[in-house]
């Protein structure tokens, strides 16, 4: 492996109901093959990816409710602990709304090749997420070590906030992964306007994917949104900052390159250098 260079796939995943969980895993398990394929080193799959296992017909006939996805978690920790295993990738799993306590998370599961397990739960809430599904919100930012170096994972809306990400990259984080649920074009294009802001801030790359297709749950019934490796805006990257992207709304993998070497030439030679031009006189900067 080239440690300057890492190639990324994001994963449009489309939600539709599933009659039980191994239809879910097989489903899971053809991207991470499909991404393993093209030799992804990290594969990012959507936030609330395991919202479709709220469409599993029940005994009792009521709906699943967002605190039945926790009975899910043992099961959806070994499929992936098992795929990273198997096609030697790094897998931030989507997000799964998991217990700890008396208390629900929504927390990104990135699941190593060699069998670690970091999560990194939500930091910002949306609406939803406070009421009626009583999400609790996480209290930290992880940073993760790899062999090229080191990435955050901002949860959707955790991307909307410019102070989360300068953290990111002043902790040393050259790539933001950013897992994503959204059910309008708004909402989707919101997300995808502040991960371009982000990249061209922190100078960093982006990677961002969304759950795609209809789910037959409630606050999940629509999904709108596409992968994208997103690159800050100068001359050694694309004029519109965007290096691969899918179609919309359509389930398919997005595969590209991510040169960690020309990040760095970039930052020290680039047209302008919105990181290190920063103005600690006038407001407090991180870093």
């Given at each position: 492996?080239?440690?300057?260079?890492?190639?990324?796939a994001?994963?449009?995943?489309?939600?539709?109901?599933?009659?039980?969980?191994?239809?879910?895993?097989?489903?899971?398990?053809?991207?991470?093959?499909?991404?393993?394929?093209?030799?992804?080193?990290?594969?990012?799959?959507?936030?609330?990816?395991?919202?479709?296992?709220?469409?599993?017909?029940?005994?009792?006939?009521?709906?699943?409710?967002?605190?039945?996805?926790?009975?899910?978690?043992?099961?959806?920790?070994?499929?992936?602990?098992?795929?990273?295993?198997?096609?030697?990738?790094?897998?931030?799993?989507?997000?799964?709304?998991?217990a700890?306590?008396?208390?629900?998370?929504?927390?990104?599961?990135?699941?190593?090749?060699?069998?670690?397990?970091?999560?990194?739960?939500?930091?910002?809430?949306?609406?939803?997420?406070?009421?009626?599904?009583?999400?609790?919100?996480?209290?930290?930012?992880?940073?993760?070590?790899?062999?090229w170096?080191?990435?955050?994972?901002?949860?959707?809306?955790?991307?909307?906030?410019?102070?989360?990400?300068?953290?990111?990259?002043?902790?040393?984080?050259?790539?933001?992964?950013?897992?994503?649920?959204?059910?309008?074009?708004?909402?989707?294009?919101?997300?995808?306007?502040?991960?371009?802001?982000?990249?061209?801030?922190d100078?960093?790359?982006?990677?961002?994917?969304h759950?795609?297709?209809?789910?037959?749950?409630?606050?999940?019934?629509?999904?709108?949104?596409?992968?994208?490796?997103?690159?800050?805006?100068?001359?050694?990257?694309?004029?519109?900052?965007?290096?691969?992207?899918?179609?919309?709304?359509?389930?398919?993998?997005?595969?590209?390159?991510?040169?960690?070497?020309?990040?760095?030439?970039?930052?020290?030679?680039?047209?302008?250098?919105t990181?290190?031009?920063?103005?600690?006189?006038?407001?407090?900067?991180?870093?």
């Amino acid at each position: 492996m080239n440690p300057d260079r890492i190639r990324v796939a994001g994963v449009q995943h489309g939600m539709r109901a599933v009659a039980g969980f191994d239809e879910f895993a097989a489903q899971c398990a053809h991207h991470a093959a499909a991404a393993g394929e093209w030799n992804a080193d990290i594969v990012v799959f959507p936030e609330f990816l395991t919202t479709q296992l709220m469409s599993i017909p029940r005994a009792d006939g009521r709906p699943a409710g967002i605190g039945d996805l926790a009975q899910h978690t043992e099961a959806y920790r070994a499929l992936f602990t098992g795929l990273a295993a198997r096609h030697r990738q790094t897998i931030v799993a989507g997000t799964h709304v998991h217990a700890r306590g008396n208390k629900l998370y929504n927390g990104a599961h990135v699941f190593f090749p060699d069998g670690r397990v970091v999560v990194q739960d939500k930091l910002h809430l949306t609406p939803t997420e406070v009421s009626p599904w009583a999400i609790t919100p996480g209290e930290r930012l992880e940073i993760l070590e790899f062999p090229w170096g080191k990435a955050a994972v901002l949860i959707c809306y955790d991307v909307e906030f410019p102070e989360l990400a300068r953290q990111a990259r002043a902790r040393g984080a050259d790539v933001l992964l950013v897992p994503s649920c959204t059910d309008d074009r708004q909402g989707f294009h919101r997300v995808r306007h502040c991960c371009h802001a982000r990249a061209i801030e922190d100078q960093i790359y982006v990677v961002t994917t969304h759950t795609v297709g209809n789910l037959p749950v409630e606050w999940m019934r629509g999904n709108v949104g596409n992968a994208a490796v997103i690159t800050p805006c100068d001359v050694q990257f694309p004029p519109g900052g965007v290096q691969a992207q899918g179609e919309l709304n359509i389930e398919q993998i997005v595969v590209a390159e991510l040169d960690l070497a020309l990040l760095r030439r970039a930052r020290d030679g680039g047209s302008v250098r919105t990181w290190q031009d920063r103005r600690a006189d006038l407001y407090p900067v991180l870093g």
